[in-house]
């Protein structure tokens, strides 16, 4: 059975280590880091109005988590949410996880535009996005990162 859950403070190690494994991937352009995952999580399970972090149980096993970023796109009038992370553990890909997490997602956050990125490379997760309903936008994102 499955559970989709917010991520709590006793979450805090299986998803740490869940992230390592996911940024350490091929499916994550970037290698993240002990600091930048910690603040995530701190995010998450604090009160943070922009960030909210789920955990995947299934049978009582930790499965997966994501996090999902809250922004407003004035290209399409309406708030966005970003899918940032998204990772099922490989034992229970298959079993329904993703497909009711976003089905959940669609049901909390209704006339939004939901967002996420992918590598191209990512042929099953790109597989199981375009079955979920999502395109490709047509052009690229640029950033800048502002440090301290």
């Not at 992370?85 to 089905?103: C, L, N, Q, S, V």
């Not at 042929?123 to 979920?132: L, N, P, R």
């Amino acid at each position: 059975m499955l559970t989709i859950k917010l991520m709590a403070a006793k979450d805090y190690e299986s998803v740490i280590e869940m992230m390592r494994v996911f940024y350490s991937s091929s499916a994550v352009a970037t290698n993240g880091s002990e600091e930048i995952f910690r603040n995530d999580i701190d995010n998450c399970i604090g009160d943070c109005p922009y960030l909210e972090g789920y955990v995947f149980l299934y049978d009582n096993s930790v499965a997966g988590y994501a996090m999902l970023a809250k922004s407003f796109s004035t290209e399409y009038g309406k708030p966005c949410i970003w899918i940032e992370d998204i990772y099922i553990k490989p034992e229970f890909r298959g079993m329904g996880i993703g497909t009711e997490f976003f089905a959940d997602i669609e049901r909390k956050y209704p006339n939004c535009l939901l967002r996420l990125e992918v590598e191209k490379y990512n042929q099953s997760a790109i597989k199981f996005y375009k079955k979920s309903g999502y395109e490709f936008l047509p052009y690229s994102e640029m950033k800048k990162d502002l440090k301290p």
